[in-house]
């Protein structure tokens, strides 16, 4: 299992061109072991 920052995870599966190609073809490959998905909320 992988664990994506929210962005990471919104640019790949948006097809962002922000993310490079080799992170969209490394997040393909372990997507079938699970992902995890970092929600945080910033304190003041």
């Given at each position: 299992?992988?664990?994506l920052?929210?962005?990471i995870?919104?640019?790949w599966i948006?097809?962002?061109p922000r993310l490079k190609?080799?992170?969209v073809?490394?997040?393909d490959?372990?997507?079938e072991q699970g992902l995890g998905i970092s929600i945080t909320?910033?304190?003041?």
């Open positions: 299992m992988i664990l920052d929210t962005h995870w919104i640019w948006q097809g962002d190609e080799v992170r073809n490394w997040m490959e372990q997507e909320k910033k304190l003041i």
